[in-house]
């Protein structure tokens, strides 16, 4: 099993940026596949990035290309969110979640362990 814990929401004016943390727990992620995934009141929940086993391997979606980076610190199994130029439109409940693979994916019915969320609000 594996548990997962965000840190680093918070509320931020636009353009700001924030660094979101997804600690694991139980056993290393290091070879698996994290994911960063949002929801938005009212919405569906949204991929937004991925990085699979390897760190060369990352996935954006197109509405935060250029502007979020996603990473990972093996020695910490720890897996980062660093958010940049955020807009109003980012606000949303940030989840990561892990696969028990090392392909990442844009699927969030593929991710097997899941964290309880953090909140990011953009103001304008």
């Known amino acids: 099993q594996v548990q997962l814990v965000e840190y680093g929401g918070g509320l931020v004016q636009a353009g700001g940026s924030l660094r979101l943390s997804c600690a694991a727990s139980g056993r290393t992620v290091t070879n698996n596949a994290v994911g960063w995934f949002r929801q938005a009141p009212g919405k569906e929940r949204e991929f937004v990035a991925a990085i699979g086993w390897s760190n060369f391997n990352t996935y954006y979606a197109d509405s935060v290309k250029g502007r979020f980076t996603i990473s990972r610190d093996s020695a910490k199994n720890t897996v980062y969110l660093q958010m940049n130029s955020l807009a109003p439109e980012d606000t949303a409940v940030y989840y990561c979640?892990?696969?028990?693979?090392?392909?990442?994916?844009?699927?969030?019915?593929?991710?097997?362990?899941w964290g309880q969320g953090t909140q990011v609000t953009v103001s304008s």
């Open positions: 979640a892990a696969r028990g693979v090392r392909a990442a994916s844009m699927n969030p019915s593929l991710y097997d362990y």
